[in-house]
């Protein structure tokens, strides 16, 4: 299966889901392709944010090779699972996605944690440490709940 990480930026919250899911697919056995994206393009080409960096690490996630790219219509057509760390996301990926949006392959990434609930993870962009921190636990949180959810017996999906 192919996942696709989506945020604003892709410096903050996408690469720490990436990171976060890479990790847990592989404990778990799983042949799962993980990437990420942002809608904005501001970042293109950047690091991820020193603290998302520094949080992943701690928790013995190394993201540091990451590199933002800007989401893509193509996107579409090249995951299976696209998930989007907010509403504000799901506007702009229909934005850019125009005829390729699929209600079906784009969903909110809290989804699979608080189904029904509408979640956003919130934006740590103008936050400090500690919104970085709590932005990584409902991401790791999260990422238990996604593959709780997508992993089949099989272990190969
Ligand atoms: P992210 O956070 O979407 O979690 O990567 C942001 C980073 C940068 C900007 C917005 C959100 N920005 O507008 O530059």
Redesign the pocket.
């Known amino acids: 299966m192919n996942i696709l990480m989506v ?8 690469p720490i889901a990436e990171g976060v899911l890479i990790e847990k697919a592989a404990k778990a056995g799983l042949n799962w392709r993980i990437e990420s994206a ?1 809608t ?1 393009g ?2 293109d080409g950047e690091h991820p ?1 020193h603290l998302s960096t520094k949080i992943c690490s701690q928790n013995g996630i190394d993201i540091s090779s990451q590199r933002s790219r800007k989401f893509s219509k193509k996107d579409l057509l090249e995951y299976d699972m696209i998930f989007a ?1 907010a509403n504000d996301v799901i506007f702009d990926i229909q934005r850019i996605a125009q005829e390729e949006y699929s209600e079906e392959k784009v969903q909110l990434f809290l989804e699979p944690l608080y189904p029904g609930k509408l979640q956003n993870v919130p ?3 103008y936050g400090t440490e500690k919104d970085f921190v709590e932005v990584y636990d409902l991401i790791n949180k999260a990422c238990d709940a996604i593959i709780n959810q997508y992993a089949n017996p099989s272990k190969t999906n």
Do not use: K, Q, Y
């Not at 945020?7 to 996408?14: A, E, F, K, P, T």
């Open positions: 945020c604003l930026g892709n410096i903050c919250r996408s942002g904005n501001f970042h944010h760390m934006d740590p962009w």
